[in-house]
């Protein structure tokens, strides 16, 4: 175990969790679950999810990392609770079920960004989408996605994740600061922000049933949670730091990316009478392509950018999802890294290729991983961590807290016992309810 990795520094490891938690999630899957869910309404409740559920599931994972030193299943060996290896097994399956389609939306990315810089979505964006979205050339796509994402994952911790995150973490957020004030220039960006950022009450209390699932399910997406990717990554920790000023970090800065996303695409689309095209992975796909063909050669750079944010995005998200299987096969298995790498790149490349090939499987994969995996490996670490690993977790929460932090530890436990397993176990019933049916 002495020559496991470990993150060289604590910005390291908060830049590669930021890394992971900002991805499609913040910039495709946020602004249209945000117009499908009454603008800035599901805004503030998503917020509020994030603080109230998305913080303590956090430390949930970091607490079983930290502690273990070892990989999301033989964690559960290491703490001395064998029995629960399942909950870890959920999380390396379904970290390797959604990158399989994760991967083939970040080549659409790859292809866009080719795109952007011709400036031309063809004669009609949605055609055109319909054309880059399925069929062999997304497969070709998936695969070079795939390749880019082996590619830093086989160099390890220190010489690949967090070399790779420490450049494209600043990366993302410059050129979306640089976005957002090409965005605030545009006619329609009042309109936009007061969309995006003034909530209507009445919509939350009108819409609660859909509307709070919704927000608790992006919260926990957003922040990577659920498929291990925090259990594994806190797992190469080497410190005593503290674990609430981590995972807090992480939280405001991840809302933070994701709200400067919003504050570019909605001007974009305000502005062009687009309006947030409610169709799902369209939102950012056609609607945004749409806009931005009227703005001439400064829509070129725009969408370049956009969609080199997108990709930088996706894939420090990637490599997470890809990591967390590859540490159990390290760990666990004593597979030597590079080919364990290569070897699951290509499996993962395999098992995406229905999603490349047809959207309706994509959306199927998406359905079973969001609505079903996630929510239940959750509830499952929410178990595990409130009432089996309980007084050793709040032991692990306080290392390096100081003083200020004895009350905060027993709250976190009490609100992972309450609020937190109430949360999860409804969007479970709801989300469950609704699973799309395999497409055969
Ligand atoms: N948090 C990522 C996003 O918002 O796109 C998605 C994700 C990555 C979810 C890794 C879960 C995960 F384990």
Redesign the pocket.
Same mark, same amino acid.
């Given at each position: 175990m002495s020559d496991r990795e470990t993150w060289t520094t604590r910005l390291g490891f908060i830049l590669a969790s930021v890394g992971? %938690? #900002?991805?499609?999630?913040?910039i495709w899957?946020f602004p249209f679950q945000t117009a499908t869910n009454g603008g800035a309404a599901f805004l503030f409740v998503y917020l509020v999810a994030v603080v109230v559920i998305g913080l303590p599931a956090i430390l949930a994972e970091f607490v079983v990392g930290r502690r273990a030193e070892m990989d999301a299943i033989g964690a559960f060996d290491e703490l001395g609770h064998p029995g629960w290896r399942a909950v870890g097994a959920l999380g390396v399956f379904a970290?390797f079920w959604?990158l399989s389609y994760?991967s083939v939306v970040g080549g659409w990315v790859i292809r866009y960004i080719g795109q952007a810089a011709m400036g031309s979505y063809g004669s009609n964006p949605k055609v055109f989408f319909g054309n880059v979205s399925a069929g062999p050339e997304a497969v070709a796509l998936h695969a070079l996605f795939m390749l880019l994402a082996v590619g830093i994952v086989a160099f390890g911790i220190e010489g690949g994740i967090e070399r790779a995150t420490k450049v494209m973490v600043p990366a993302i957020i410059l050129i979306l600061v640089g976005l957002v004030g090409y965005g605030a220039s545009l006619s329609g960006a009042g309109e936009a922000y007061d969309y995006f950022l003034t909530p209507d009450f009445g919509v939350i209390v009108a819409n609660a049933p859909s509307v709070i699932p919704a927000a608790v399910g992006q919260a926990l997406?957003?922040?990577? &949670?659920?498929?291990? #990717?925090m259990i594994t990554y806190a797992s190469y920790i080497d410190g005593d730091e503290s674990l609430p000023v981590d995972g807090l970090s992480i939280a405001v800065t991840n809302t933070a990316i994701g709200i400067l996303a919003g504050l570019v695409v909605f001007p974009l689309l305000f502005t062009q009478g687009v309006g947030p095209d409610t169709s799902g992975p369209g939102a950012v796909f056609i609607a945004l392509p749409t806009a931005l063909a009227d703005f001439g050669a400064a829509g070129r750079v725009v969408g370049v950018a956009f969609f080199v944010v997108i990709l930088i %995005?996706?894939l420090s998200?990637a490599i997470?999802?890809l990591e967390?299987a590859v540490s159990y096969l390290v760990d666990t298995h004593g597979f030597e890294r590079k080919r364990t790498t290569a070897v699951l790149g290509v499996l993962l490349f395999l098992l995406g290729i229905p999603s490349a090939w047809d959207t309706a499987w994509l959306s199927w994969f998406d359905s079973i991983a969001v609505n079903l995996l &996630?929510p239940v490996a959750v509830l499952l670490l929410v178990l595990f961590v409130g009432w089996v690993l309980a007084p050793d977790a709040v032991d692990e929460l306080r290392i390096g807290s100081g003083d200020s932090f004895d009350d905060l530890a027993p709250l976190w436990l009490w609100s992972l016992r309450t609020v937190v397993l109430l949360a999860v176990l409804v969007t479970v019933a709801l989300s469950v309810t609704d699973l799309t049916g395999a497409p055969v």
């Open positions: 992971s %938690a #900002v991805g499609l999630g913040n899957r970290g959604t994760y997406f957003s922040l990577s &949670l659920g498929f291990a #990717v %995005a996706a998200s997470s999802l967390v &996630l």
